[in-house]
C-alpha cells in the first residue's frame, strides 16, 4: 500500500514538474545549446558559407586585451550597480516590512513594481530626458539654486547606473522584504528591552537574518548587469562601450556570431566561478 501511494505521489509530482522542466529545456538548455555549438564555428552554417570546427573564438578573447580591459570594466559596473541597489534597496524594503502598513504599503508596493509594467526602452529614453543637458533635471536644480548649474549627466557612467539600478532596484526590495518579513518583532522587541542599540540590533540581528534575502537580491542583480548592453549604450553614448554591447555587435552589426557566442560563454564561465569562488562567504552569510 504504502509503496502504491509512493508510486502515485511520484507520477503526481512528474507530471506536474513536466511544463516547467520541458519550458527550460526549450527556453533555456536548447538555445545554449545551439550557442555552444556556433562558438566552435569559423563561421555561420547556413547561407552556403564554409565554415569548420575551430577554437579560434575562444583564443581571441586571450590574444585580444580589449576583451579581458571590457569584461572587467562589466564586473566593476555590476559591482557598483549591486552595491548601490542594495543600499537603496535594504531601507525601502525595511520601511515596507516594518513600518508601513494597510494601504500605504499596498500604494508604495505598487511603485516598487511599476518599472516592471513600462518596457525596458521606455525607461531608458525617460531618464534620456531626464538627464540630457538643459533637461528636467538640469531645470530643477537650477529652479531651486540661485545660480547657474550644467549637470548634463546625459552620456557618461552615472547616467549607466542610474539608468541600471532603476531597472534591477525592484529585485532587491523585493527579496529583501520577503527576508524582512519572516524575522519576529518580538525578537526585535527582546533585544531593545536588553538595551541593545540600533546600531547593534542593525549589525547583530536583522542583517544576518536578512541576509539569504540581500544575497539574492544582489545575485539577481550582478548576473544580468555584467551582461547589459541597452543602458550603456543609450545612456553612456561612445563611453558606453562594455563587454555586453561588444556581444551585441558581433550578432547585430558584424554578423560575427562564432565569436559572440565563444564571448557569451566565456562572460557565463566568468560569473559561475565568481559565484562558485564567493559560495562558501554566502553560505556562512545565510547560516
Not at 122 to 139: C, E, P, Q, T, Y
Not at 224 to 242: A, D, I, K, N
Amino acid at each position: 500500500m504504502a509503496t502504491t501511494i509512493a508510486g502515485q505521489d511520484r507520477l503526481r509530482a512528474v507530471t506536474l514538474l513536466s511544463p516547467a522542466y520541458l519550458w527550460l529545456t526549450v527556453a533555456v538548455f536548447l538555445p545554449l545549446s545551439a550557442m555552444a555549438f556556433f562558438s566552435f564555428l569559423s563561421d555561420v552554417p547556413f547561407g552556403g558559407r564554409d565554415w569548420h570546427v575551430t577554437l579560434d573564438n575562444y583564443r581571441a578573447f586571450f590574444e585580444t586585451t580589449t576583451y579581458a580591459t571590457l569584461l572587467w570594466k562589466s564586473l566593476k559596473l555590476g559591482l557598483i550597480v549591486t552595491a548601490v541597489s542594495v543600499i537603496v534597496g535594504f531601507p525601502c524594503a525595511w520601511v515596507l516590512a516594518k513600518v508601513v502598513k494597510g494601504r500605504s504599503r499596498e500604494a508604495l508596493f505598487l511603485l516598487v513594481i511599476l518599472p516592471f509594467w513600462s518596457n525596458s526602452l521606455v525607461r531608458i529614453f525617460s531618464w534620456a530626458i531626464v538627464l540630457r543637458g538643459n533637461g528636467v533635471l538640469d531645470r530643477a536644480v537650477n529652479a531651486v539654486l540661485p545660480w547657474d548649474v550644467k549637470l548634463n549627466l546625459m552620456f557618461s557612467p552615472t547616467a549607466i547606473v542610474i539608468g541600471l539600478v532603476h531597472s534591477y532596484l525592484p529585485y532587491v526590495i523585493l527579496t529583501s522584504y520577503l527576508a524582512l518579513q519572516a524575522i519576529d518583532d518580538s525578537l526585535i522587541e527582546a533585544a531593545r528591552s536588553l538595551g541593545a542599540k540600533r546600531r547593534t540590533i542593525l549589525w547583530r540581528l536583522i542583517l544576518p537574518l536578512s541576509a539569504p534575502g540581500i544575497i539574492a537580491g544582489a545575485v539577481l542583480i550582478f548576473v544580468p548587469v555584467v551582461g547589459s548592453f541597452m543602458e550603456p549604450r543609450l545612456l553612456g553614448g561612445r563611453l558606453g562601450t562594455y563587454y555586453g554591447t561588444v556581444i551585441e555587435d558581433q550578432f547585430v552589426a558584424v554578423f560575427n556570431w562564432p565569436l559572440g557566442a565563444a564571448l557569451s560563454f566565456i562572460l557565463l564561465a566568468v560569473v559561475l566561478a565568481i559565484l562558485a569562488a564567493a559560495s562558501p562567504i554566502l553560505k556562512r552569510a545565510r547560516t
